[in-house]
């Protein structure tokens, strides 16, 4: 463990990213929303999930620093009577919770078919980067709107509520698998004719001993900077599903969900329902798409033999 902790200590990654002020902004941002979605029974002054604690009567309540704003909700209240801090928190843990799950989801589904595809190869590839093209054919949304109708006309729409945090992770991560499928099987093809490879094939090691305990460690750098970028499409992917009110329902905040409730009060004057919410799923996004930027850029083989 000591080892392997001053071989970080003294490896490329940490001194790229002690020198790259973006990333390192990034990521203090990055981990601090993080532990503030996670901690937000602790850190949000209310319950937006408990029923005493609200009151119709402090619905679309402005802003503090507005003449009508009260000091006990600091960017005010949404229709419901909701503070708009602690809904966002609580917001802002569901969609976190959902992009990773989606992306875990992702990734299982394309490590494991990129494997096959791309050592196997032949009939089996063909057939399965086929599967991929069809998938990427149909969009996520009429994805989304076909399982969504089934389910509420199967279900209820009271047991859909219920259940919308799986849904839409299952949604998401079945629509997106093929990116991971793609690049991993161009990691395997590359990697399956390699000295190593076929030491381990003359020893008898079987195929999924292979693949999994020789190949698939040397593709990991890809599938990390797949994930830190699939993590914010599928936070965005959520929103634009909650917003098309096909994801998160009102009772259950989600940043695209306090965005869609806020939409047709932002004419009339309650701008801050979805304001506030879009500035933050904005800069989450961001900062993501930074690191993982960043990130591509370091574990890039050719960036690093010039630096």
Same mark, same amino acid.
């Given at each position: 463990?000591?080892?392997?902790?001053?071989?970080?200590?003294?490896?490329?990654?940490?001194?790229?990213?002690?020198?790259?002020?973006?990333?390192?902004?990034?990521?203090?941002?990055?981990?601090?929303?993080?532990?503030?979605?996670?901690?937000?029974?602790?850190?949000?002054?209310?319950?937006?999930?408990?029923?005493?604690?609200?009151? &119709?009567?402090?619905?679309? *309540?402005?802003?503090?620093?507005?003449?009508?704003?009260?000091?006990?909700?600091?960017?005010?209240?949404?229709?419901? +009577?909701?503070?708009?801090?602690?809904?966002?928190?609580? +917001? *802002?843990?569901?969609?976190?919770?959902? +992009?990773?799950? %989606?992306?875990?989801?992702?990734?299982?589904?394309?490590?494991?078919?990129?494997?096959?595809?791309?050592?196997?190869?032949?009939?089996?590839?063909?057939?399965?980067?086929?599967?991929?093209?069809?998938?990427?054919?149909? #969009?996520?949304?009429?994805?989304?709107?076909?399982?969504?109708? &089934?389910?509420?006309?199967?279900?209820?729409?009271?047991?859909?509520?219920?259940?919308?945090?799986?849904? *839409?992770?299952?949604?998401?991560?079945?629509?997106?698998?093929?990116?991971?499928?793609?690049?991993?099987?161009?990691?395997?093809? +590359?990697?399956?004719?390699?000295?190593?490879?076929?030491?381990?094939?003359?020893?008898?090691?079987?195929?999924? *001993?292979?693949?999994?305990?020789?190949?698939?460690?040397?593709? &990991?750098?890809?599938?990390?900077?797949?994930?830190? &970028?699939?993590? %914010?499409?599928?936070?965005?992917?959520?929103?634009?599903?909650?917003?098309?009110?096909?994801?998160? #329902?009102?009772?259950?905040?989600?940043?695209?969900?306090?965005?869609?409730?806020?939409?047709?009060?932002?004419?009339?004057?309650?701008?801050?329902?979805?304001?506030?919410?879009?500035?933050?799923?904005?800069?989450?996004?961001?900062?993501?798409?930074?690191?993982?930027?960043?990130?591509?850029?370091?574990?890039?083989?050719?960036?690093?033999?010039?630096?």
């Amino acid at each position: 463990m000591k080892a392997t902790w001053q071989r970080f200590k003294s490896s490329y990654l940490l001194y790229s990213f002690r020198r790259d002020k973006v990333a390192m902004a990034s990521f203090a941002v990055l981990v601090l929303l993080i532990l503030t979605g996670l901690a937000a029974p602790l850190v949000s002054p209310y319950n937006p999930y408990d029923p005493s604690s609200i009151d &119709i009567m402090n619905s679309e *309540l402005p802003p503090a620093w507005q003449d009508a704003g009260s000091r006990a909700f600091l960017l005010g209240t949404d229709v419901q +009577g909701r503070d708009m801090v602690s809904t966002m928190i609580y +917001g *802002l843990r569901l969609s976190i919770l959902i +992009g990773c799950g %989606a992306v875990t989801l992702q990734a299982l589904i394309g490590i494991f078919i990129g494997l096959i595809a791309g050592y196997i190869g032949g009939k089996v590839d063909a057939l399965l980067m086929r599967l991929a093209d069809i998938q990427l054919s149909f #969009p996520y949304l009429m994805v989304a709107i076909f399982i969504s109708a &089934i389910f509420q006309v199967a279900f209820g729409i009271g047991r859909y509520a219920e259940l919308a945090v799986p849904l *839409l992770i299952v949604i998401i991560g079945l629509s997106e698998w093929p990116v991971y499928a793609r690049t991993i099987r161009a990691s395997v093809i +590359g990697e399956k004719n390699k000295e190593y490879v076929e030491a381990a094939r003359v020893i008898g090691l079987n195929r999924r *001993l292979i693949m999994v305990r020789h190949i698939l460690p040397n593709t &990991i750098t890809s599938v990390l900077v797949i994930s830190t &970028i699939q993590v %914010a499409n599928a936070v965005m992917s959520e929103a634009a599903l909650s917003f098309l009110g096909l994801g998160m #329902p009102v009772t259950k905040p989600s940043l695209g969900s306090l965005i869609r409730s806020g939409f047709e009060y932002i004419f009339s004057g309650s701008w801050w329902i979805t304001i506030f919410p879009g500035i933050l799923l904005v800069i989450f996004v961001l900062v993501i798409n930074l690191l993982g930027d960043w990130l591509r850029d370091v574990l890039n083989p050719k960036l690093y033999k010039g630096a």
